[in-house]
C-alpha cells in the first residue's frame, strides 16, 4: 500500500469513498492484519504483503498455492487448520482457526485466521476470502499468565458467562479431583451438582449479577468434602476463582474452640456447684445446675445421679441440647434406675469407681430395658454413643455423671473423657467438701449452742432469744447472749461479741459468759459494775481477749409498779446501742454520750451507767453487729433500718418480731453471726 498518495492522486471518482478506503486501509495496516483471496476454482491463492510477511515469504518467491502455505503450517496444528478450512468451503461458512507457523529461520510464530467462503449460483462455493494476523505477543502474554497461574500453590478456574470452565490451573485440578480434560468446557452446575442452592452459587451468582468481588468461605460434600476460601471476581468474560483448601485450617480452629471451651467447662463446673452448694441450695440443685452447664460441650444430653445418706442412687439432675427433649430426658431420669439390670454401664462404673465409655447405647442399655414407658422414653432420645463417671472424691463414689451423643456427633474422643474426668473430680470434691464443711458447721454451730442457755420465763415479762451462725464458714464464732434472774427478781439481759470467728473466739466467748453470770448474779451490783468486775477479772485470769458487751438490768419500785412504769439500767462496753420500742410506736437507742471502752483494753478504764424510765409494754432489744453492719452495709445505716423494721413490725408477737427483724435486715447470706435477746414487760396486772 502507498500511503503517501492523497485520494486526489488516485484519481478515484468519488473523493469521500477515497478517503474511507483509506483510512479502513490504515487501520488494517496498523492493526497489522494481513488479507488473502483464494481462487477455488483456479485454485490461485493470493496473499497481500503484510501476509506475506508473517508467514516469511517475499513477493517475488511466493508461489500463490496452498501447498505454500500449508508448507509453513506447524505439523501438529496443519490437519486442525486444513479441517476448519474445509469445513467453510464445504458449508460455504466462516473461517476461524488459530495455529502455528514455522519460518524458514526456525522461529515459530501464531497466526489467527479468520475467513468466509463464498458461492455461485449454484451454491458451490468458488471463492474464500479472509484475514490473518500474528498474535505471537498475545500468546506469549497469555503463556506468561497462565506460568504464573500454574506457579501458584493456589486453585484458579475461570468461567464463561455460560458457566462453563475456560482455565483451570494444576493445583485446581488436585483441589478439584478432576483433569483439565474432565473440565474445560463443562458446566460447573453440571460437574458440581452440590454447589447448586449452596454458598458457592449464591456468591458466584451474585458477583456476576452485581459486578462485585465475592469473598467467602463454604463446605462442599464428598466426594471433595473440604472446606473452602473462596475469592470471585467478575469480568467481561466470565468469572475468575481463587480458593483454597481450608479444611485443615477449620479443623484446627475447631480443635482451638473445643478446647478453649472444654477448659471454659472445667472452670464453669467447679464454680457453679461450689457457688450453688455455698449458697445453701443444697446438692440437687448444684447438681442440675452442673448437667446444664456441661451441654453440649460433653455431650447432647446428660443425667447426673446423687448416692444418699442410704447409699442407695437416684437420679437428680438432667438437661438436652434441645428444649423440646428435656422434659423426655427428666421422665427418662425418673424411670431408669429402677429398670437397669445389675450390669447396665452406670452399674458397673459405680461399682469399679472407673469412667466407662459406650460405643453402643441402644445395644447396651435400650435392649435390656422391659417393655412400657422407660423403653419407649429411651428410645424417643435415641443416644449413640454415651460416657458414664463416678463422682469419687477421697475414696468416697458421691453420684455418677453420664453424658449422651446422639446420631450424626462422632463419640467423645480422649481429649473429651479426660475433661469429663475432670469436671466430675471436681464435682465430687466440691461435693465432699460441702458435706464435710456440714458437718463441721453442725458441730460447731451445737457447741455454739451449748454455750447458750434458754432463757428465763420471769411473771412479768417475755424474754426471746436467736442465735444464727454465719453461713460462709463452718467456724465457731465469739457472740452470745444471756438473761437471767438474780435472787431479788430483778431480771438481767447481757449481749457480747468476742473479736474472732475461730475455736479460740468460741472459748474465749463461754468464759467471758460464765465470769459475767457469775458476776451479774449477786444482788445490788449494777451493769457498770459487772462491766468493770469483767474487765478485772480477764486481766487476772490472763485472758488475752477483747470484746464488746451490753448490761441491762430490768428494776422495778413499788411506786412504780402501781404507775405501771419500769426502770433500764444499762451500761455499753464498745457494744452497737439497744433499742426500745415504747408503748407509742417510738423507737430510742440507748446510747451514752461518750462510749464506754471495749472489754480487754484497759480494766482501770471507769464505765458509765444509764438509766431510763418506760411503761409497761414496752419492748428492750439487744443484738450483736453481724445484725446491722457487713461489707454492704455501715453500721449507722444498719442500725437506722433496724430501728425503722423495729417500729414498722412492733405490734407482732415477741417471736415473730425477732425473726422479723433478722429477715429483714439479713434476708440472704449471713456475713456474720446474729445473736439477741429482746424483753416485752407485760402490762401491770
Not at 59 to 76: K, Q
Not at 485 to 490: E, R, W
Not at 522 to 547: C, E, H, I, K, N
Not at 559 to 586: I, Y
Request: aromatic share 6%; with cysteine; glycine share 10%.
Amino acid at each position: 500500500m502507498n500511503l503517501d498518495r492523497t485520494p486526489a492522486e488516485t484519481g478515484d471518482p468519488d473523493p469521500e469513498a477515497a478517503v474511507t478506503r483509506l483510512r479502513f486501509d490504515l487501520a488494517i495496516d496498523a492493526a497489522g492484519i494481513g488479507s488473502f483471496d483464494w481462487d477455488l476454482v483456479t485454485g490461485r491463492l493470493e496473499w497481500d504483503d503484510r501476509l506475506l510477511e508473517i508467514f516469511g515469504y517475499d513477493r517475488a518467491s511466493w508461489p500463490g498455492t496452498i501447498e505454500a502455505f500449508v508448507e509453513r503450517l506447524h505439523p501438529d496444528d496443519a490437519t486442525r487448520t486444513l479441517q476448519a478450512l474445509r469445513h467453510a468451503i464445504d458449508t460455504q461458512g466462516e473461517y476461524d482457526a488459530e495455529f502455528r507457523v514455522v519460518l524458514p529461520t526456525g522461529e515459530t510464530r501464531w497466526v489467527q485466521g479468520r475467513g468466509r467462503a463464498l458461492a455461485d449460483e449454484a451454491g458451490k462455493s468458488v471463492r474464500l476470502l479472509g484475514a490473518g494476523y500474528d498474535t505471537t505477543e498475545h500468546r506469549q502474554a497469555d503463556a506468561r499468565v497462565a506460568r504464573v497461574l500454574e506457579s501458584m500453590n493456589a486453585a484458579f478456574f475461570a468461567l464463561d458467562r455460560d458457566w462453563r470452565f475456560t482455565y483451570v490451573n494444576g493445583e485446581a485440578e488436585r483441589v478439584l479431583q478432576r483433569s483439565r480434560g474432565d473440565l474445560l468446557g463443562g458446566d460447573i452446575w453440571a460437574l458440581f451438582p452440590a454447589a447448586m442452592g449452596s454458598d458457592f452459587e449464591a456468591h458466584y451468582r451474585g458477583a456476576a449479577a452485581t459486578g462485585r468481588e465475592r469473598v467467602f468461605e463454604a463446605y462442599y460434600p464428598a466426594p471433595l468434602d473440604a472446606w473452602y476460601e473462596v475469592r470471585a471476581w467478575p469480568g467481561p468474560d466470565g468469572l475468575s476463582v481463587y480458593f483454597l483448601d481450608v479444611t485443615e485450617r477449620r479443623a484446627a480452629e475447631e480443635r482451638a474452640r473445643a478446647s478453649a471451651a472444654r477448659l471454659a467447662l472445667i472452670a464453669e463446673a467447679g464454680a457453679v456447684t461450689g457457688e450453688t452448694l455455698g449458697s445453701g441450695a443444697g446438692e440437687d440443685a448444684a447438681l442440675q445446675r452442673l448437667a446444664e452447664a456441661v451441654v453440649p460441650v460433653l455431650g447432647d444430653w446428660v443425667i447426673v445421679s446423687l448416692a444418699g445418706a442410704d447409699g442407695r442412687m437416684r437420679d437428680v439432675g438432667s438437661w438436652h441440647v434441645d428444649p423440646a427433649q428435656r422434659a423426655t430426658v427428666a421422665r427418662y431420669a425418673g424411670l431408669r434406675l429402677a429398670a437397669l439390670p445389675p450390669d447396665a454401664p452406670i452399674m458397673r462404673a459405680l461399682a469399679s469407681g472407673r469412667t466407662l465409655t459406650v460405643a453402643d447405647v441402644g445395644a447396651a442399655v435400650g435392649r435390656t430395658l422391659p417393655p412400657g414407658e422407660v423403653s419407649d422414653v429411651f428410645w424417643a432420645l435415641d443416644p449413640r454413643t454415651a460416657v458414664t463417671l463416678p463422682l469419687v472424691a477421697r475414696g468416697r463414689t458421691l453420684g455418677a455423671l453420664s453424658t449422651y451423643r446422639s446420631a450424626g456427633r462422632p463419640a467423645a474422643d480422649d481429649d473429651d473423657v479426660a475433661t469429663a474426668q475432670e469436671v466430675a473430680a471436681r464435682v465430687a470434691l466440691a461435693l465432699d467438701n460441702a458435706r464435710l464443711y456440714e458437718q463441721q458447721r453442725r458441730l460447731a454451730e451445737g457447741l455454739q449452742r451449748s454455750l447458750l442457755s434458754a432463757p428465763p420465763a420471769p411473771d412479768a415479762a417475755e424474754i426471746v432469744v436467736r442465735y444464727r451462725p454465719a453461713v460462709e464458714v463452718a467456724q465457731v464464732g465469739g457472740d452470745w447472749y444471756d438473761a437471767f434472774v438474780q435472787p431479788s427478781g430483778t431480771t438481767m439481759l447481757v449481749i457480747g461479741d468476742v473479736v474472732g470467728h475461730d475455736t479460740e473466739a468460741a472459748a474465749a466467748m463461754g468464759q467471758l459468759r460464765g465470769l459475767l453470770r457469775g458476776t451479774a448474779y449477786r444482788d445490788g451490783v449494777g451493769p457498770a459494775q459487772v462491766l468493770s468486775d469483767l474487765d478485772a477479772a480477764m486481766q487476772g485470769l490472763g485472758m488475752r481477749t477483747m470484746a464488746t458487751a451490753a448490761v441491762a438490768r430490768v428494776e422495778q419500785s413499788p411506786e412504780q409498779r402501781d404507775a405501771g412504769l419500769t426502770t433500764l439500767r444499762w451500761s455499753n462496753a464498745g457494744h452497737p446501742p439497744p433499742l426500745v420500742l415504747h408503748t407509742d410506736g417510738r423507737v430510742e437507742a440507748l446510747a451514752a454520750e461518750r462510749p464506754d471502752l471495749m472489754l480487754g483494753v484497759d480494766p482501770a478504764t471507769s464505765r458509765s451507767e444509764s438509766v431510763l424510765t418506760v411503761r409497761r409494754g414496752s419492748t428492750l432489744l439487744l443484738y450483736t453487729d453481724g445484725l446491722v453492719e457487713g461489707r454492704d452495709l455501715p453500721l449507722d445505716e444498719g442500725i437506722g433500718r433496724l430501728s425503722a423494721a423495729l417500729a414498722e413490725l412492733g405490734d407482732q408477737p415477741l417471736e415473730q418480731l425477732c425473726d422479723a427483724v433478722i429477715e429483714r435486715l439479713r434476708p440472704e447470706r449471713l456475713q456474720d453471726d446474729i445473736a439477741l435477746v429482746a424483753i416485752r414487760l407485760h402490762p401491770q396486772g
